[in-house]
């Protein structure tokens, strides 16, 4: 990254065990919340596709 003229910086600051646990938690949810909300896209693209019928591929 150097080379490019970037640098790196990051949050070096301790957080308290409260603050961790929280920051922990809101990850779990966060991920969690992606996978439901990309399984219902996936389901509701393959119901779409069901209800359109058949497709021609050109």
């Known amino acids: ?4 003229g970037v640098t ?3 949050n070096t600051q ?3 065990s409260r603050d961790e ?3 922990h938690s809101m990850s779990l949810v966060t991920t969690f919340a992606g ?3 990309g399984l219902r896209s996936a389901e509701a693209w393959k119901w779409l596709l069901a ?3 058949p497709t021609q591929r050109r």
């Open 35 to 37: 996978r439901t909300y």
């Open 51 to 53: 209800e359109s019928g």
């Open 1 to 4: 990254m150097s080379t490019c």
């Open 14 to 16: 301790k957080l308290g």
């Open 8 to 10: 790196l910086e990051g």
């Open 21 to 23: 646990l929280l920051e």
